[in-house]
């Protein structure tokens, strides 16, 4: 009916309020940031958030808006749909990514959330991991677009999601953990993304078994970027490695079908490592020296003095008799508070002649951006935390965390002043969100129209509105104190 229709006219809301009429007001339960969401769409990153598309469709909602509401859970760091209630009955974000103002109006005046928590969760497990693959990529192609991913130097790094029960949790893996003395059951998530400091992105990731090879999960990750995105060879020149992934075969077919270099660290077992020693002992070579500062587990800055010595042509043999040859940098490195030396041998595809702190210093981004990286995910986007025991949707949900993560990031280096701002209501009030400013959603019922707005707007009204009151009773004989006792008694 055309009676239940309310029309989107700040205007007309704003001057209601001044003039006293009545309305309908529902103040935000978590809270929101309009800033970044209107940067999300401007920016075109929404549309891409919001295109998974599920294998089928029953609750008569459209999907891109119940993405919506998913990526709000993920940027608010909410981590479990059990707690996207507050976010379901804040009627401003509601209206923001997609749902129809009657349908908010009326859920709002029966004190309900706009849609229930389990039309959610039935939506993420009806999305497919081919699905969600796709729309990672489809980001990953637009970040490309806008030349919003830097440098040609990326890493892989993978991370476990342990569950306590293998019976409920589709497709989980186990394995022995000789640390904990028992078997562990659930899932590998393999991360790729480049190595640079200040604009980490996450280009690539995949999902499998915990008891999956990380160097599968790679290549199945090159081989998506190469069939959805462009060749890994436009992609990625040097791809920097831990002694995880460590096999000559794997080494040999990173080059000869991606056509990438690789960096990464010699295993203690190898018997190439005891080679590249003992050519440094008995050639004495000179080493370039440098000093560098890191940072320990701790927090407390130590310096450290490295002696780095280059060596070409390393025969490097594996398990299986396969060789290749690899260039080396064995790195002596020393404490200079308690004079304890560390050494250290890294493996490259990479000419070492000339620069062997260049390799070093790209094995120091890994590990820096690693670190940094996946105590994010972890500990702030609850990317281990699990929403669905279905693999499909737990693949969603990690590919989800995966992009609004980028996104934020991106946010963050295109906004700074927001950004710190930001920051700032985020410590003021102890959390960890994007979602952090209060907010209002005004109806007016007798006109039909209603805004959103920011609660401190709506309490400027509300001055104005107290003010032309004060002025009109004034004018019709009261006292100013008789004229703010009655408008605070009647506006409040």
């Not at 940094?372 to 995910?377: A, E, K, S, Y």
């Not at 907010?439 to 209603?450: A, E, H």
Request: proline letters at 3%.
């Amino acid at each position: 009916m055309i009676e239940d229709v309310f029309v989107l006219d700040e205007k007309k809301t704003e001057e209601a309020v001044i003039s006293g009429e009545d309305v309908e007001v529902y103040e935000s339960q978590y809270g929101w940031n309009d800033d970044l969401v209107n940067w999300l769409k401007k920016t075109g990153f929404w549309d891409i958030l919001t295109s998974m598309q599920p294998d089928k469709k029953d609750n008569g909602i459209n999907p891109s808006v119940l993405n919506g509401v998913w990526v709000v859970m993920d940027i608010a760091h909410m981590g479990r749909i059990q707690k996207v209630d507050p976010v379901l009955r804040d009627g401003r974000i509601m209206h923001e990514v997609g749902f129809n103002i009657h349908r908010v109006h009326e859920r709002l005046k029966a004190e309900k959330g706009i849609i229930h928590r389990d039309t959610l969760r039935n939506h993420i497990k009806r999305i497919s991991t081919c699905e969600s693959r796709e729309a990672f990529y489809r980001l990953v192609v637009h970040m490309r677009k806008k030349k919003l991913i830097r440098g040609r130097v990326y890493a892989a790094d993978g991370f476990e999601i342990e569950v306590a029960s293998p019976d409920s949790y589709e497709g989980c893996g186990k394995r022995w953990d000789p640390k904990k003395g028992r078997v562990v059951y659930g899932y590998k998530v393999e991360i790729l993304f480049n190595v640079a400091d200040e604009r980490p992105r996450i280009v690539g990731i995949a999902v499998g078994p915990i008891n999956m090879d990380e160097r599968v999960l790679l290549c199945d990750i090159l081989d998506g970027l190469s069939a959805h995105v462009a060749p890994v060879s436009q992609i990625i020149d040097t791809l920097v490695l831990d002694r995880g992934y460590w096999g000559v075969g794997f080494f040999a077919d990173l080059r000869e079908k991606y056509r990438v270099h690789i960096v990464t660290l010699g295993k203690a077992d190898l018997s190439a490592c005891e080679d590249v020693r003992a050519l440094v002992t008995f050639e004495k070579r000179t080493p370039t020296v440098l000093r560098v500062k890191k940072k320990n587990n701790r927090g407390k800055t130590l310096a450290y003095t490295r002696e780095l010595v280059p060596v070409q042509d390393v025969e490097v043999v594996g398990e299986n008799g396969e060789s290749l040859k690899m260039n080396a940098v064995f790195m002596r490195e020393i404490r200079e508070s308690t004079g304890e030396v560390e050494e250290t041998i890294f493996f490259t595809t990479l000419s070492v002649a000339r620069s062997p702190q260049r390799i070093v210093a790209y094995y120091d981004s890994r590990w820096n951006i690693e670190n940094r990286c996946n105590r994010t995910l972890s500990q702030t986007w609850k990317m281990r935390t699990l929403t669905s025991r279905k693999l499909s949707a737990i693949c969603a949900q990690i590919v989800m965390v995966a992009m609004c993560y980028n996104v934020c990031r991106i946010y963050e280096e295109k906004n700074p002043r927001e950004a710190e701002e930001t920051r700032a209501k985020m410590q003021e009030r102890a959390i960890e969100s994007f979602l952090v400013d209060y907010g209002t959603i005004v109806f007016v019922p007798r006109l039909r129209v209603f805004a959103a707005m920011r609660a401190v707007r709506y309490a400027d009204l509300r001055s104005k509105r107290m003010a032309v009151r004060v002025l009109s009773l004034t004018k019709q004989g009261l006292s100013l104190e008789e004229a703010i006792e009655q408008t605070v008694g009647k506006v409040t």
